[in-house]
Protein backbone atom coordinates (compact mmCIF):
# COMPACT_ATOMS: atom_id res chain seq x y z
CA UNK A 1 0.00 0.00 0.00
CA UNK A 2 1.68 3.23 -1.29
CA UNK A 3 0.46 6.23 1.08
CA UNK A 4 0.92 9.83 -0.42
CA UNK A 5 4.65 11.33 0.89
CA UNK A 6 3.15 14.56 1.87
CA UNK A 7 0.92 12.88 4.28
CA UNK A 8 3.46 11.60 6.59
CA UNK A 9 5.36 15.11 7.14
CA UNK A 10 2.26 16.80 8.71
CA UNK A 11 1.84 15.04 12.21
CA UNK A 12 5.40 13.47 12.27
CA UNK A 13 7.64 13.98 15.00
CA UNK A 14 4.84 14.32 17.98
CA UNK A 15 3.33 12.11 20.33
CA UNK A 16 0.48 10.85 18.69
CA UNK A 17 1.96 8.08 16.19
CA UNK A 18 -1.53 6.31 16.84
CA UNK A 19 -3.13 9.53 15.65
CA UNK A 20 -0.40 9.77 12.43
CA UNK A 21 -1.61 6.12 11.86
CA UNK A 22 -5.55 7.56 11.50
CA UNK A 23 -4.57 10.12 9.34
CA UNK A 24 -2.38 7.86 7.16
CA UNK A 25 -5.12 5.51 6.63
CA UNK A 26 -8.22 8.14 5.80
CA UNK A 27 -5.60 9.90 3.48
CA UNK A 28 -5.70 6.43 1.28
CA UNK A 29 -9.26 5.81 1.77
CA UNK A 30 -10.77 9.03 1.61
CA UNK A 31 -10.25 11.06 -1.61
CA UNK A 32 -11.61 14.49 0.12
CA UNK A 33 -8.81 13.89 3.56
CA UNK A 34 -6.73 13.13 0.53
CA UNK A 35 -7.27 16.61 -1.35
CA UNK A 36 -7.08 18.24 2.32
CA UNK A 37 -4.05 17.44 3.58
CA UNK A 38 -1.60 17.43 0.87
CA UNK A 39 -0.55 20.02 -1.74
CA UNK A 40 0.78 21.05 -5.00
CA UNK A 41 4.77 20.95 -5.53
CA UNK A 42 6.36 23.82 -4.49
CA UNK A 43 3.48 24.74 -1.67
CA UNK A 44 3.70 24.17 1.89
CA UNK A 45 1.61 21.45 3.48
CA UNK A 46 -0.94 22.80 5.48
CA UNK A 47 -0.12 22.39 9.48
CA UNK A 48 -3.63 20.57 10.48
CA UNK A 49 -5.34 21.46 14.21
CA UNK A 50 -4.57 18.61 16.32
CA UNK A 51 -6.65 18.34 19.75
CA UNK A 52 -6.02 15.03 21.72
CA UNK A 53 -8.08 13.71 25.29
CA UNK A 54 -7.46 10.51 27.21
CA UNK A 55 -11.21 10.07 28.49
CA UNK A 56 -10.96 8.15 31.96
CA UNK A 57 -12.67 4.29 31.76
CA UNK A 58 -16.07 6.14 32.67
CA UNK A 59 -19.51 6.34 31.42
CA UNK A 60 -19.32 10.38 31.97
CA UNK A 61 -16.37 10.25 29.53
CA UNK A 62 -18.41 10.13 26.62
CA UNK A 63 -20.73 13.34 27.44
CA UNK A 64 -17.03 15.19 28.34
CA UNK A 65 -15.69 13.55 24.74
CA UNK A 66 -19.22 14.75 23.22
CA UNK A 67 -18.42 18.62 24.68
CA UNK A 68 -14.62 19.06 23.92
CA UNK A 69 -15.56 17.53 20.03
CA UNK A 70 -18.63 20.73 19.97
CA UNK A 71 -16.56 23.13 21.58
CA UNK A 72 -13.38 22.35 18.97
CA UNK A 73 -14.90 21.61 16.21
CA UNK A 74 -16.77 25.09 16.48
CA UNK A 75 -13.63 26.97 17.48
CA UNK A 76 -11.99 25.82 14.24
CA UNK A 77 -14.75 26.99 12.33
CA UNK A 78 -16.55 23.20 11.15
CA UNK A 79 -19.91 24.26 13.09
CA UNK A 80 -21.81 23.07 10.52
CA UNK A 81 -20.67 19.21 10.75
CA UNK A 82 -19.63 19.20 14.38
CA UNK A 83 -22.66 17.79 15.70
CA UNK A 84 -22.84 15.00 13.50
CA UNK A 85 -18.69 14.61 14.28
CA UNK A 86 -20.10 14.68 18.53
CA UNK A 87 -22.71 11.66 17.62
CA UNK A 88 -19.88 9.72 15.91
CA UNK A 89 -16.92 10.23 19.10
CA UNK A 90 -19.83 9.07 21.48
CA UNK A 91 -20.45 5.90 19.44
CA UNK A 92 -16.90 5.26 19.08
CA UNK A 93 -16.24 5.71 22.73
CA UNK A 94 -18.79 3.92 23.71
CA UNK A 95 -17.88 1.25 21.43
CA UNK A 96 -14.12 1.30 23.09
CA UNK A 97 -15.52 1.50 26.77
CA UNK A 98 -17.79 -1.31 26.06
CA UNK A 99 -15.99 -3.78 24.03
CA UNK A 100 -12.50 -2.96 24.02
CA UNK A 101 -11.04 -2.68 27.92
CA UNK A 102 -11.16 -5.43 30.13
CA UNK A 103 -13.81 -5.86 32.52
CA UNK A 104 -11.93 -4.54 35.27
CA UNK A 105 -10.46 -1.81 33.87
CA UNK A 106 -12.10 1.37 36.39
CA UNK A 107 -10.24 -0.56 38.93
CA UNK A 108 -6.95 -0.33 37.04
CA UNK A 109 -5.01 3.28 36.90
CA UNK A 110 -3.03 2.10 34.26
CA UNK A 111 -5.69 1.25 31.60
CA UNK A 112 -6.99 5.05 31.69
CA UNK A 113 -4.35 6.08 29.39
CA UNK A 114 -5.52 3.30 27.17
CA UNK A 115 -8.25 5.19 25.17
CA UNK A 116 -7.37 8.32 22.95
CA UNK A 117 -9.55 11.00 21.66
CA UNK A 118 -7.80 12.86 18.81
CA UNK A 119 -9.56 15.62 16.51
CA UNK A 120 -7.85 17.19 13.48
CA UNK A 121 -8.55 19.75 10.87
CA UNK A 122 -6.88 20.11 7.89
CA UNK A 123 -8.59 22.84 5.67
CA UNK A 124 -12.37 22.25 5.40
CA UNK A 125 -12.08 18.68 6.64
CA UNK A 126 -12.11 16.93 10.02
CA UNK A 127 -11.17 13.36 11.19
CA UNK A 128 -12.16 12.10 14.37
CA UNK A 129 -10.55 9.06 16.06
CA UNK A 130 -10.79 6.62 18.92
CA UNK A 131 -7.40 4.29 19.80
CA UNK A 132 -8.07 1.35 22.30
CA UNK A 133 -5.98 -1.58 23.21
CA UNK A 134 -8.54 -4.24 21.60
CA UNK A 135 -7.40 -5.54 17.86
CA UNK A 136 -10.74 -6.64 17.80
CA UNK A 137 -11.59 -5.06 14.18
CA UNK A 138 -14.97 -3.11 14.39
CA UNK A 139 -18.01 -4.54 12.56
CA UNK A 140 -21.23 -3.67 10.91
CA UNK A 141 -23.49 -6.05 11.97
CA UNK A 142 -27.07 -6.16 11.16
CA UNK A 143 -28.75 -5.88 14.87
CA UNK A 144 -32.25 -7.86 15.33
CA UNK A 145 -35.06 -5.81 15.58
CA UNK A 146 -35.69 -6.22 19.07
CA UNK A 147 -31.81 -5.46 20.02
CA UNK A 148 -31.08 -2.64 22.21
CA UNK A 149 -27.85 -2.35 21.02
CA UNK A 150 -25.41 -3.57 18.27
CA UNK A 151 -26.58 0.01 16.09
CA UNK A 152 -23.81 2.69 16.73
CA UNK A 153 -21.18 1.93 13.67
CA UNK A 154 -24.59 2.13 11.66
CA UNK A 155 -24.94 5.73 12.88
CA UNK A 156 -21.12 6.03 12.73
CA UNK A 157 -21.60 4.90 8.65
CA UNK A 158 -24.42 6.91 8.21
CA UNK A 159 -22.80 10.58 9.77
CA UNK A 160 -19.83 10.43 8.10
CA UNK A 161 -18.07 10.46 4.85
CA UNK A 162 -15.66 7.66 5.19
CA UNK A 163 -14.79 5.82 8.37
CA UNK A 164 -12.20 3.05 8.88
CA UNK A 165 -9.88 1.26 10.82
CA UNK A 166 -6.12 0.54 11.59
CA UNK A 167 -3.72 -0.65 13.70
CA UNK A 168 -2.00 1.36 16.45
CA UNK A 169 1.85 1.09 15.88
CA UNK A 170 4.26 -0.16 18.20
CA UNK A 171 1.64 -1.42 20.50
CA UNK A 172 -1.56 -3.79 20.67
CA UNK A 173 -4.78 -1.98 19.14
CA UNK A 174 -6.38 -0.14 16.96
CA UNK A 175 -7.71 3.02 15.66
CA UNK A 176 -11.01 3.84 14.65
CA UNK A 177 -11.60 7.04 12.47
CA UNK A 178 -14.24 9.07 10.47
CA UNK A 179 -14.27 12.09 8.57
CA UNK A 180 -15.98 15.07 7.57
CA UNK A 181 -16.54 17.15 5.43
CA UNK A 182 -17.40 20.92 6.71
CA UNK A 183 -18.89 24.12 4.58
CA UNK A 184 -15.49 26.67 4.21
CA UNK A 185 -16.47 29.02 6.31
CA UNK A 186 -15.68 32.68 5.08
CA UNK A 187 -13.55 34.89 7.45
CA UNK A 188 -15.79 37.88 9.16
CA UNK A 189 -15.30 40.87 7.75
CA UNK A 190 -15.26 44.18 10.08
CA UNK A 191 -17.93 46.52 9.79
CA UNK A 192 -16.47 49.83 10.20
CA UNK A 193 -19.56 51.69 9.86
CA UNK A 194 -19.68 54.78 7.04
CA UNK A 195 -16.28 55.81 6.14
Known sequence: MTLPSAQVALVSGTEWPWLQSAMEMACYKS????VAVTRPPGRPPVLPKVATRTPAPTPHSVTLARAFTLQTLL???AADRSHDAAAVVSELL???????????AGDRPDVRGRIRLGLIAADYVVLCAVADPSSSAPVLRQPDWLDESGRGLHLVDSLSDEWGYCATPAEAGKVVWATFTATRQPQPQLDLGPG
Not at 94 to 104: D, F, K, S, Y
Open 94 to 104: TNALRHALPAT
Open 31 to 34: RTWS
Open 75 to 77: RWG
